[in-house]
C-alpha cells in the first residue's frame, strides 16, 4: 500500500528523528492519516516495520508476517484520542472457533501506542497471555448467553505487561515521561511505571 520510502518517511516522523525529506505537505498528510480513528492502517504498517515484520494485505486474517521467520502475527495499535490508555486492544466479532485457532498457535500480538503522531512504545507478547481473560467473555456471551460472538473481546495491559517473555521492540521513555503529567494521563500509572522499568 505504501511505497518503502513513504513509509520509511513515516517511520522516522513516528520515532522523533528529524529528516530534510519532510515538509509541510507531508506532515500535514501524516497527521491527517496517522490520527485518523477510521483507519489503522498507517499506524499498523509503521508498527510492523519496528517490530521487522512486513504487512499482510487486507483487513481480515493476520495483519504481518516476520520477515525472519515468516511467523504471522496481530497487530494492535493503539492511538491517544484524550482519554488514558489501557494498553490493550481487541478481537472484533470474536467467536470460540478463532479463540481456539489463536490459542493453538499461540498467535503473536504486537501492541503499539501512538500519541500526537508520535510512537512511544512497541511490544510484543503471546496470545497466552491474554487466553483467560478472552476465554471467560466468550464463554459468558456465546455460551452462556448464547450470542454467535463477543463483539469486542478485550484485554488490558495487566494481562502483558508482567510477561518475562515480553518483547520490546521500541521504547521512547523521554517522551512517554514528558507526556505523563498528573491530570492529562496519556498511559494507566501502572503501565507507564513498568515501561519506564525497562
Known amino acids: 500500500m505504501f511505497t518503502p520510502e513513504l513509509l520509511q518517511l513515516a517511520v522516522e516522523r513516528s520515532t522523533g528523528k528529524s529528516s530534510k525529506k519532510l515538509d509541510s505537505l507531508f506532515e500535514e498528510l501524516y497527521e491527517i492519516y496517522v490520527n485518523d480513528p477510521n483507519s489503522s492502517t498507517l499506524r499498523e504498517h509503521i508498527t510492523a516495520n519496528i517490530a521487522n ?37 481487541c478481537f ?56 454467535r460472538y463477543v463483539r469486542s473481546c478485550s484485554w488490558t495491559y495487566e494481562q502483558w505487561y508482567n510477561d518475562p517473555n515480553l518483547i520490546v521492540h521500541y521504547l521512547d521513555k523521554d517522551y512517554i515521561h514528558e507526556h505523563h503529567v498528573k491530570g492529562h494521563y496519556k498511559i494507566r500509572t501502572k503501565l507507564y511505571e513498568k515501561l519506564m522499568s525497562m
Open 53 to 89: 515484520c512486513d504487512p499482510i494485505a487486507g483487513k481480515l486474517g493476520r495483519d504481518c508476517k516476520c520477515k525472519l521467520t515468516g511467523e504471522e502475527k496481530e497487530i494492535k495499535p493503539k492511538n491517544y484520542y484524550k482519554s488514558t490508555t489501557n494498553g490493550g486492544g
Open 92 to 147: 472484533n466479532d470474536y467467536t470460540r472457533l478463532r479463540y481456539l485457532k489463536d490459542y493453538a498457535v499461540n498467535l503473536p500480538i504486537i501492541s503499539s501506542l501512538f500519541v500526537y503522531g508520535r510512537l512511544m512504545y512497541v511490544v510484543e507478547y503471546k496470545f497466552k497471555q491474554i487466553a483467560d481473560k478472552l476465554d471467560k467473555q466468550v464463554t459468558d456471551i456465546c455460551e452462556d448467553k448464547g450470542q
